[in-house]
């Protein structure tokens, strides 16, 4: 990639005229703003470029880690812009500031780009149609666009893009572009082969582990085995006679081996005999933790909501429903652990990664190699899962450092054990529930006392300093169902473990809360769970469309063979219901899960199942199975032998409808986790009632 290459003028006109389109391809991002004016290229703003063939190049800010972003944006750029689908080329953009915010996290990738985008597209199109107009002295509304093409109506003529990009480039791009209605769609709203799909079938795709450049070394790291420490000594005279092992030298406190492959690399780190002493955090243990935080929900915390007087009637209601609910640490595990390759010559850094965060990464990058950041070129890469670890940037550091001292490039890898170990983890968390029934049987309260570290005061202690966390408080605060007096009160222990975002992050854990909890009172009330949700979410009209429509889909109220459990949430923009059918006594087998999604407009069909299904595998494995325990100081659980994941035979059937309610757009890769475990916990209940109250449910 060329990306970090800089050409004057002349340089850039003595190119295109010698070697043609594909040079100007590569050499895109670094074009002076004076080349640019030339018109010999269109550039409607910093992501898209049609050159004089009529090829579009879009860049995305937005990190392909599996989702399938990298197609459905750009569907959204082809739609409006009436491009040839075959003519766009579409590549993660590298990490530079005229791309702003780079990272892929919140489900926004989609309905982020969704509005942006399609202005862009339009109002690219109504350059180049003014442009063909007034080459051929019409009025442009005598032309239209499509498919690559401008055709004038009344004679036949055809200007392809091409042909207009130096005319075009001339032009005021339009402030408020006109854009299709959703009946005009020709892309948006097909399930269009993905992209990235046929590389990965093949093995053509390259991810961060596969790289190589000639004089590379590969390196891994030794760091502490518990939380905090410190490296004391270590002889590494059995690693260096390791064959392949180049080098082993300290590295802002861990141990870094350097050698000519990934195996004499993994071999050498095995064979260095290392002392530590332990630090802050090397006594944390995640049972005295759950423990802790459990005590704390029975005395109040910092008042997040507090509608009516929910205390007052909780004293005064003739019956009382209680119950605690706990989650634990969850590790990210995805399947291709962190990995960075970096390498430094003649005063310029490249960095290439798979990421989700390139801005964060980029920054590490700087303050590791002390270069202006105009010195430094990183390129992200597609990623074999992130699940919300590759937001942060360790990862990168060390390979910078190692790079800037050795002259050579250097690609660190972490094996299996360091990554879980050196995890962000999913916070645990601890919620007591409290809700009153009246003499009728109404539900007149609902209390929601929660506590669980702070992702945000971790970063930045400053920013809790009240108490709250809105991030703690997702799904909980903003509770969907209308009931008179309602409290929401929340703890924000502090955590020696490091905490960080996991897929859908605190709505996972109080939506378990929330509707396991909504189940209960179902039953107190001896209500039916979905009939009580209907009336309860009056206020709430697009989740209670999908709680309609998932019951209708699951034939709920009919008879099955199968025990059945609901449950829902809204988050992200989107709204999502589930039925569960379970089949079990002492252990759950999930058949089925039903899901009716409200995601608004659905740019890719097939993409939001793919969606649905991945986010039920990644929840139901959470549920059954997954508890990132600490003990001592150390993370106990370090590969798949002792964290198992949900194997494929377990994987249930997977239903998915969508619910057109004409809403605005969401986001579709975190919402289908929250409702997940509660449907299952639900379903298991109706099955042998075993009230799970605590995950991971085969703990």
Avoid at 143 to 161: D, I, W
Avoid at 197 to 219: C, Q, R, W
Avoid at 433 to 455: F, Q, V
Wanted: glycine fraction near 8%.
């Amino acid at each position: 990639m060329s990306s970090g290459t800089t050409l004057s003028r002349r340089d850039f006109l003595k190119g295109l005229g010698a070697g043609g389109a594909a040079l100007v391809l590569g050499f895109r991002m670094a074009l002076p703003g004076e080349a640019l004016a030339e018109g010999l290229i269109f550039e409607p703003n910093a992501n898209i470029v049609i050159d004089a063939s009529g090829a579009v190049k879009l860049w995305i800010p937005w990190q392909e880690i599996g989702q399938g972003s990298l197609t459905a944006i750009s569907m959204l750029l082809a739609e409006e812009l009436e491009a040839d689908w075959n003519s766009i080329e579409m590549q993660m953009a590298p990490a530079l500031r005229k791309f702003g915010r780079m990272s892929t996290g919140g489900s926004r990738s989609v309905r982020e780009s969704w509005e942006p985008l399609r202005k862009a597209g339009a109002g690219a199109r109504e350059m180049l149609v003014a442009a063909a107009a007034a080459k051929w002295n019409v009025d442009p509304s005598e032309c239209r666009a499509r498919s690559g093409k401008v055709l004038h109506k009344s004679s036949g003529r055809v200007l392809g893009y091409g042909e207009l990009v130096e005319d075009a480039s001339k032009l005021e791009e339009p402030e408020s572009p006109k854009l299709k209605t959703a009946d005009e769609f020709r892309i948006i709203g097909r399930s269009i082969p993905r992209v990235d799909s046929p590389d990965k079938v093949d093995g053509k795709t390259i991810y961060g582990f596969d790289l190589k450049h000639e004089n590379m070394l590969t390196a891994t790291l030794l760091g502490s085995p518990f939380l905090g420490g410190k490296l004391l000594s270590f002889d590494d005279s059995a690693a260096r006679a390791i064959p392949g092992v180049q080098d082993v030298m300290e590295l802002e406190g861990d141990i870094a081996v350097l050698a000519d492959d990934s195996w004499a690399a993994l071999r050498g780190r095995d064979a260095i005999k290392a002392e530590w002493e332990p630090g802050k955090g090397s006594d944390f243990d995640s049972e005295v933790f759950r423990v802790e935080i459990r005590d704390l929900t029975s005395g109040p915390g910092t008042e997040a909501r507090h509608d009516g007087d929910a205390p007052s009637a909780l004293m005064s209601a003739t019956r009382t429903v209680e119950a605690l609910y706990e989650l634990p640490f969850l590790s990210h595990a995805p399947m291709e652990t962190m990995n960075a390759t970096a390498s430094y010559t003649e005063g310029s850094l490249n960095v290439e990664v798979p990421t989700q965060g390139p801005s964060w990464c980029r920054s590490m990058a700087e303050r590791a190699a002390r270069l202006h950041s105009s010195k430094i070129h990183l390129r992200p890469m597609l990623a074999g899962g992130g699940f919300g670890r590759r937001l942060w940037p360790d990862y990168v550091d060390a390979p910078v450092r190692l790079t800037r001292k050795l002259k050579r490039p250097v690609k660190v890898i972490w094996p299996r054990e360091v990554d879980f170990a050196w995890d962000y983890f999913r916070p645990a968390s601890a919620h007591r529930m409290r809700a009153g029934l009246d003499e009728n049987g109404k539900l007149i309260a609902w209390a929601h006392t929660l506590a669980s570290p702070s992702i945000s005061g971790m970063m930045n202690p400053a920013a809790v300093a009240n108490g709250l966390d809105e991030g703690v408080l997702a799904g909980a605060e903003n509770l969907p169902y209308a009931i008179d007096n309602l409290l929401v009160d929340l703890h924000l222990p502090p955590c020696d473990l490091p905490v960080g975002w996991l897929r859908s992050v605190y709505d996972q854990n109080n939506a378990f809360a929330n509707e396991c909890f909504m189940d209960e009172i179902a039953l107190a009330m001896k209500r039916d769970p979905v009939e009580l949700r209907l009336e309860l979410l009056a206020e709430s009209p697009r989740l209670r469309g999908t709680v309609e429509r998932v019951a209708e889909l699951a034939g709920w109220g009919k008879e099955s063979s199968l025990a059945r459990g609901m449950s829902c949430h809204h988050c992200f923009g989107t709204s999502v219901a589930m039925v569960a059918e379970v089949s079990g006594s002492e252990r759950p087998k999930v058949h089925r899960i039903f899901a009716a999604v409200d995601c608004g407009p659905v740019v890719h069909p097939d993409s939001l199942r793919q969606q649905v299904e991945g986010g039920i595998a990644y929840a139901l494995s959470a549920a059954l199975y997954e508890n990132a325990v600490v003990s001592e100081g150390r993370v106990q659980k370090q590969n798949f032998d002792d964290y198992p994941v949900l194997r494929m035979d377990e994987m249930p059937e997977v239903v998915v409808e969508t619910v057109d309610s004409g809403s605005e757009i969401g986001g579709i890769g975190e919402p289908p986790v929250p409702p997940t475990a509660a449907a299952v916990c639900n379903a298991w209940f109706a099955a042998t009632e075993p009230r799970v109250r605590r995950l991971p449910i085969l703990n």
